[in-house]
T-cell receptor, first 115, second 112 residues
Framework: AQSVTQLDSQVPVFEEAPVELRCNYS??????LFWYVQYPNQGLQLLLK??????LVESINGFEAEFNKSQTSFHLRKPSVHISDTAEYFC?????????????FGQGTELSVKP | SAVISQKPSRDICQRGTSLTIQCQVD?????MFWYRQQPGQSLTLIAT?????????ESGFVIDKFPISRPNLTFSTLTVSNMSPEDSSIYLC?????????FGPGTRLTVL
């Protein structure tokens, strides 16, 4: 079984500041790792994912996440945030053996970017 | 990627009634999933729906409360039965493709 822990429920930051949203997971099998974003009153969108290869993955809007197997972490970072990044961010894992299989989500981190 | 639509987008229902939520995908997919997002909470998997077989429910969810149909490879329904205010949530369907899942826009349900 897998579990995901997002260590911060809320992260308030000022515009143009750097941010890190932390995610740790637990699993007895190899996993895929994902970050999803949910903007206010909108659906869930895939932000980035780690499947294999380079442990550093990037999104098109400047976010990046690094898979750290020894620390079982997949923290999300952005060097300079915008007001428009205000949203709920969810870390999730799925079992590698069951491609396209069910996702286990963390509790979510509310990122609030202030001017 | 897959384009997923859900109907209705939102509804307000009375206690004790049932609501059926539809999920339509623009391509054939083997695995479909139904999630629930309670107010201020994360997403919890209700069940996995594969075409041609019974849905597989997660712990805490039962078929009598959340019956699911999967008549073909592009469509599924989730019924929320005998609703109570505790069922007020966003219900999302998703489809699994290798290494990722795509989510529908969700159905926002309020039970009075």
């Amino acid at each position: 079984a897998q579990s995901v822990t997002q260590l911060d429920s809320q992260v308030p930051v000022f515009e143009e500041a750097p941010v890190e949203l932390r995610c740790n997971y637990s699993s007895s099998v190899s996993v895929y790792l994902f970050w999803y974003v949910q903007y206010p009153n909108q659906g869930l969108q895939l932000l980035l994912k780690y499947l294999s290869g380079s442990t550093l993955v990037e999104s098109i809007n400047g976010f990046e996440a690094e898979f750290n197997k020894s620390q079982t972490s997949f923290h999300l970072r952005k060097p300079s945030v915008h007001i428009s990044d205000t949203a709920e961010y969810f870390c999730a894992v799925s079992d590698r053996e069951n491609q396209g299989g069910k996702l286990i989500f963390g509790q979510g981190t509310e990122l609030s970017v202030k001017p | 990627s897959a384009v997923i639509s859900q109907k209705p987008s939102r509804d307000i229902c009375q206690r004790g009634t049932s609501l059926t939520i539809q999920c339509q995908v623009d391509s054939q997919v083997t695995m479909m999933f139904w999630y629930r997002q309670q107010p201020g909470q994360s997403l919890t998997l209700i069940a996995t729906a594969n075409q041609g077989s019974e849905a597989t429910y997660e712990s805490g969810f039962v078929i009598d409360k959340f019956p699911i149909s999967r008549p073909n490879l592009t469509f599924s329904t989730l019924t929320v039965s005998n609703m109570s205010p505790e069922d007020s949530s966003i219900y999302l369907c998703s489809v699994g493709q290798p290494g990722t899942q795509y989510f529908g826009p969700g159905t926002r349900l309020t039970v009075l």
